[in-house]
T-cell receptor
Framework: GAGVSQTPSNKVTEKGKYVELRCDPI?????LYWYRQSLGQGPEFLIY????????DSGLPNDRFFAVRPEGSVSTLKIQRTERGDSAVYLC??????????????FGEGSRLTVL | AQSVSQHNHHVILSEAASLELGCNYS??????LFWYVQYPGQHLQLLLK??????LVKGIKGFEAEFIKSKFSFNLRKPSVQWSDTAEYFC????????????FGAGTRLFVKA
């Protein structure tokens, strides 16, 4: 597709369950980012990938959160033992990374996670 | 720690009023600066960006922003707002050569009365 695609758009789960959120970036974009946005807040950086490897995962809040990008395209954010505080909109973005450009981000619509 | 501060959380204006949204950042290195906008029901999208050269940059829909390095600021302006500018605006920064980890401010929600 032309833009960043995220699925599911909405996910309701129970506390303690496991959740996977998927992101399909713009074709040809080498960098992929995950952000979390809580109500009334700006996007909070979680992790970004350059190719298949996680270049910076300093924003992952704890070891319940994990993300992969095995083939350098689609990425999956995985949350184990979900807690009510994990409820937020999870945003994925991609960009075409070179040292010469600025890293403009192209965002998807987000996946709204609600943990009951 | 790197941070971005937006001074106004909510702004209400009448159409044709002038707009200025404040943004300050705390960053040790040379930076790229951005304003992103999220219209109701839509995803975040780039409004304008600064990376080098003229510190006054122009973006879409008549918006502009001025980078003042000495003040670590990148304020967004528009001389005359329209009802269609109702949206949430986010200031963001990344560090040149830093791998493009982009940090966002908390956002300013703008409501323009018709």
């Amino acid at each position: 597709g032309a833009g960043v695609s995220q699925t599911p758009s909405n996910k309701v789960t129970e506390k303690g369950k496991y959740v996977e959120l998927r992101c399909d970036p713009i074709s040809g974009h080498t960098a992929l980012y995950w952000y979390r946005q809580s109500l009334g807040q700006g996007p909070e950086f979680l992790i970004y990938f350059q190719g298949t490897g996680a270049a910076d995962d300093s924003g992952l809040p704890n070891d319940r959160f994990f993300a992969v990008r095995p083939e350098g395209s689609v990425s999956t954010l995985k949350i184990q033992r979900t807690e009510r505080g994990d409820s937020a909109v999870y945003l994925c973005a991609s960009s075409f990374y070179t040292d010469a450009n600025t890293g403009e981000l192209f965002f998807g619509e987000g996946s709204r996670l609600t943990v009951l | 720690a790197q941070s971005v501060s937006q001074h106004n959380h909510h702004v209400i204006l009448s159409e044709a009023a002038s707009l200025e949204l404040g943004c300050n950042y705390s960053y040790g290195g040379t930076v790229n600066l951005f304003w992103y906008v999220q219209y109701p029901g839509q995803h975040l999208q780039l409004l304008l960006k600064y990376f080098s050269g003229d510190p006054l940059v122009k973006g879409i829909k008549g918006f502009e922003a001025e980078f003042i390095k000495s003040k670590f600021s990148f304020n967004l302006r528009k001389p005359s707002v329209q009802w269609s500018d109702t949206a949430e605006y986010f200031c963001a920064v990344n560090e040149k050569g830093g791998g493009f980890k982009t940090i966002f401010g908390a956002g300013t929600r703008l409501f323009v009365k018709a």
